[in-house]
């Protein structure tokens, strides 16, 4: 009785900070742990003698699956690019040339879609690019397309998907970045002789980078994990990871092929996303200037994107 | 020359601009508007007509769905905020942040992996899957949000008045309800709301928890919209954007998000 009454009058920092843990190790990382311990398990394994194999990472890379996974992070890394060559502009126009007060009007119109239903707002896609719909009528009366074209179900219409639903998260964030920029930047650069787009490409863009860099990430990660758009947009050709997981743990009930085939969809692109910054770390180690690497000259803005 | 260059630039960045907006409202203000067409066949204009929504209301299945999905959201909200809080709270004790980074992963995971993660959980202690690994998924969710929002708030927080509240001779307990919680409430506000927004709008963890018994608002559009295009969803989804951007307009005053921004 002393030793509960001590523990809950001198630990309950711990106490109160408890059930939180337990519920995240809980549902989170015990689970995916274990969906990885259970990937290397064999089929006829018993909980008496395991028996560990490889096998089903070996059938993943053997069958359509690997296919499967590298689609998915082909599909994920042209959505992501094609967010931020769009949302660039837009997010340079909300902050650096309009007045404030409709700057919060636009701001907040931007983020009403992204935070409204995701299905609703594919759905409302279905309903413009349908055989029947309303884009593919007009677009047929003014023949721009044949009455055969089918405007859906193809790799076109998960990529409009995909860009009007992950916009704003990539528009977001460079946007914060560009907001807080100090304005006397723009003064300095053009007093020091540069042009419009040299400015740009000297201090603007690089002070972003770290808004691009978040930006990508937001855009990258669930257009990776994405399930309902290509299952709704895309028709049963087009097959991505999501899907994948999703006929794997709730059609097939396979459980130990689909906990491989998750790990596998979670490793890879990490491994190829360091993979390239490595590579572009050494080119910029190994192209950077003699007289640079000596001294520590030459990079003006280096302090501001640390 | 000169002039002309500038001119084009700058009617030509706000075209461009307008022309996203569109791009990104024009889905939307086309499902709005067809969900008020009397004509069944979902693309000729017939006419105004609210029948749709008449429609909505005598469906039961919808209405059974809408208070699944708000039980859902508001005991995820409620656990999630409380949870989230009492960490926060307790957090001051330690002297290292490492306990925060592991709350990371519930945003920077994809969603599929944390609703696969629900799912085994549930098989595995044969626990049959419904309200429970909804609101276990969905809190889950929101507590991501939750802990940097209440944190970034927390942080600030002057600590010589829970000392002086201390030392005048109140309980930790009345120190937390009498103190801390009033100073946290716009934050606990802003988290709250965004947790029942994320939890309302959610499908995929929606669509592995659920079950066959359960089904919530955006899991039952999902298997409608797999039979065809019907103008009940029109109408459906009517509902759903006008609450959604209520929900949007409230977190807006509450200034949430300059902090999910800053946070990010």
Redesign the interface.
């Known amino acids: 009785m002393k030793f509960l009454k001590h523990i809950i009058t001198d630990e309950y920092p711990f106490l109160l900070a408890c059930p939180t843990f337990l519920w995240e190790f809980i549902f989170l990382y015990l689970p995916l742990f274990a969906l990885l311990f259970f990937s290397f398990l064999d089929y006829g394994t018993t909980y008496d003698s395991l028996n560990f194999t490889l096998v089903h990472y070996t059938t993943i890379f053997k069958t359509i699956y690997f296919r499967v996974i590298i689609d998915s992070f082909i599909l994920a890394t042209a959505t992501a690019t094609l967010c931020f060559f769009i949302a660039y502009p837009v997010a340079y126009f909300l902050a650096m040339k309009v007045s404030k007060r409709f700057r919060t009007f636009l701001l907040f119109s931007l983020i009403l879609p992204s935070w409204t239903s995701l299905i609703i707002q594919i759905y409302a896609w279905f309903f413009l690019l349908e055989k029947n719909g309303l884009l593919s009528r007009t677009l047929c009366q003014l023949k721009l397309i044949s009455p055969t074209t089918h405007l859906l179900n193809n790799y076109f219409s998960i990529l409009v998907g995909m860009v009007s639903c992950f916009l704003p998260f990539m528009i977001l964030p460079i946007y914060a970045v560009l907001e807080k920029m100090d304005k006397k930047f723009l003064e300095a650069s053009a007093d020091l002789g540069a042009g419009r787009f040299e400015t740009f490409k000297r201090v603007v863009f690089p002070i972003s980078l770290p808004g691009v860099y978040t930006g990508f990430l937001l855009v990258f990660i669930p257009a990776f994990g994405e399930f309902a758009i290509p299952s709704m947009l895309g028709g049963a050709k087009n097959m991505f990871w999501g899907n994948a997981i999703v006929d794997k743990f709730l059609i097939a009930c396979d459980w130990r092929s689909g906990s491989a085939l998750t790990s596998i969809g979670i490793f890879f692109p990490v491994c190829v996303l360091t993979c390239i910054y490595l590579i572009f770390k050494i080119i910029k180690a190994v192209r950077q200037p003699r007289y640079l690497k000596s001294a520590h000259a030459g990079q003006p803005f280096k302090d501001l994107l640390m | 020359m000169v002039d002309n260059k500038r001119f084009f630039l700058r009617f030509i960045?706000?075209v461009?601009?307008s022309l996203?907006?569109l791009?990104?409202?024009?889905?939307?203000i086309?499902?709005v508007l067809?969900s008020f067409n009397e004509s069944t066949?979902?693309?000729k204009w017939v006419g105004f007509s609210l029948r749709w929504y008449r429609e909505l209301i005598k469906t039961p299945e919808i209405i059974a769905a809408l208070q699944t999905s708000l039980i859902v959201a508001f005991v995820s909200t409620f656990l999630s905020v409380l949870?989230?809080t009492?960490?926060v709270?307790?957090?001051?004790?330690?002297k290292n942040t490492w306990?925060f980074h592991?709350?990371y992963?519930?945003i920077?995971?994809?969603?599929?992996?944390?609703s696969?993660?629900?799912?085994?959980?549930f098989t595995?202690f044969q626990i049959p899957v419904g309200y429970g690994s909804l609101i276990?998924?969905h809190?889950?969710l929101g507590?991501g949000y939750v802990i940097p929002i209440v944190r970034a708030r927390f942080v600030e927080l002057d600590p010589i008045l829970t000392e002086s509240s201390l030392d005048l001779g109140a309980s930790?307990i009345t120190t937390f309800r009498k103190i801390i919680i009033p100073l946290l409430k716009p934050s606990l506000l802003a988290a709250g709301l965004l947790t029942f927004?994320l939890s309302?709008?959610d499908?995929?963890i929606s669509?592995?928890c659920s079950g066959p018994n359960v089904q919530t608002l955006?899991v039952y559009?999902?298997s409608m919209?797999r039979t065809g295009?019907d103008p009940t969803?029109?109408a459906l989804?009517c509902c759903?954007?006008a609450i959604?951007?209520l929900?949007?307009?409230l977190?807006?005053s509450f200034k949430v998000?300059d902090q999910v921004?800053?946070y990010?």
């Not at chain 2, 696969?116 to 959980?121: A, K």
């Open positions: 960045h706000p461009y601009v996203i907006y791009f990104l409202y024009l889905p939307i086309i499902l067809f066949v979902s693309i949870l989230g009492c960490f709270v307790a957090s001051k004790w330690w306990p592991l709350f992963a519930n920077l995971l994809p969603e599929i992996v944390l696969i993660g629900i799912l085994s959980v595995f276990a998924g809190t889950l507590l930790y927004t309302m709008d499908f995929l669509f592995f955006s559009v999902y919209i295009v969803i029109n989804s759903f954007l959604s951007s929900l949007v307009l977190i807006c998000v921004l800053t990010e």
